[in-house]
């Protein structure tokens, strides 16, 4: 069921790609053909089907959730983009700068005055102006401190104090706490009192003072005798985090235990603030999202459509390394030149030995960086991995190198040529599945990203080892 309503909103919201595209589409149409045909009130005939134009644009926005307008804002050329921006109504700024990713995020307010950045900002809670805060003015981010009440400054000024990847800065502050000596009915009154509930809310807060000292899920607060006190039916074994726990872990947590929301601590156990599985979620995809770009050496602050000279500069760092590891493999390649002239055979046949090696080195770096991800790789169980991974490269180096051995000598009819290709694909295996596993662990020992350049890196092993391993058993059994 699940599974078929993402779908459904999926293509939804590719259908509403789709018809603002051919809008825009329509627009450059129409516009071209008023022009080329002239006239003496040209100008006026022009200016009318532009904003005829942009009215029925206008129109189809106006029927959009901003999540959906940020999805159509992402997919747009910069032009177009700045168009479709144009058109948005003020009230949804804020929340579709919120949504978009960080490049894009960038691209918009930089269309923006300070009062349009002023005017988003304030239609956001505290905790969502924290979200973009890295991204607007610094003046106009002194500027919305002196409009904000003593609360919401200091909350701001709080959630700007944690770094990017804490809890800190995905809590926002929107609960709802009651104390421990009410009754049941006591709750549901002040709640009913209340009106309108935060997103996400699955229990209350019970705090002693500002301590913390337990929670009423919403269903115990339902179905119990509304004579009760809250201190006999709330649960004083919760998970709560502190403001200063990793985010990723925070993630994990909310995974392993169901979590749709849970509080935030001081050292003290005062209640700050709580941590959403909205949040959580959103964590979740923009750091797959930055991991998936690392892997190929790319940074998460490119933009689909930025220039032509931005995209190139954010490439030419992994790319220079990629070119330097490059002529390293071709010196491998040419200390073996006078193998390579008396069996050109050679020639042919390395490009085996180091593709099926960075395809399995691949396969074992994407489990380790998983793995790390995860919590799942401990120097306890480290030893036990990297025996079963040298296992698994044994047993497919057995398999698959003694399948190319057997071609090349099929194809060259030469059996110690075969031999030669069976244990140089062997032996590659297990480099790699060795690179696989130190690469992204000693990335992550120094405290790096072990995402970032790792698959750069594992070609650069497995095609230097594989060319060196493959052409000097050549040379030492064949020539």
Known sequence: MNDTLENQ??????????????????????????????????????NLVHKQNLSELRRKLEQLHPADIAYILEALPLDERRLVWDLVGAENDGEILLEVSD??????????????????????????????????????????????DVQKRARLQSALSYPEDSVGALMDFEMVTIRADVTIEVALRYLRRLGELPDQLDKLFVVDEDALIGVLPLKRLLTTDPEASVAAVMVEDFVRF??????HEASQAFERYDLVMAPVVDARGRLIGRLTVDAVVDYIRESADADMLSMAGLKEEEDLFSTVWNAAKNRWMWLAINLATAFIASRVIGAFEGSIEKLAALAALMPIIAGIGGN???????????????????????????VKELGVATL?????????????????DNPALGGVMALAMLLNLLVAALAGIFIPMTLERVKRDP???????????TDSMGFFIFLGLATLLLL
């Open 9 to 46: 909103s999926q293509d939804t919201l590719e259908a509403h790609l789709a018809q603002v595209q051919t809008l825009l589409g329509r627009m450059r149409l129409v516009e071209e053909l008023v022009h080329k045909q002239g006239g003496p009130r040209q100008d006026l005939v022009e």
């Open 103 to 148: 490049s894009v995020r960038e691209s918009l307010i930089s269309t923006m005055d300070k009062a349009e950045l002023l005017a988003a900002a304030e239609s956001l809670d505290t905790d969502e102006i924290a979200d973009i805060a890295a991204d607007l003015p610094q003046d106009v981010i002194q500027e919305l401190l002196t409009t904000l």
């Open 242 to 247: 502190h403001p200063e726990d990793e985010a």
């Open 360 to 386: 399995s080195g691949n396969q074992t770096i994407t489990l380790i960086i998983r793995g790390l991800a995860l919590g799942h790789i401990t120097p306890a169980n480290a030893r036990r991995l990297v």
């Open 396 to 412: 497919n180096g057995v398999v698959w190198g003694s399948v190319v051995g057997v071609f090349a000598w099929l194809l060259y």
């Open 451 to 461: 995402a970032i350049g790792s698959s750069v890196l594992l070609t650069f092993v």
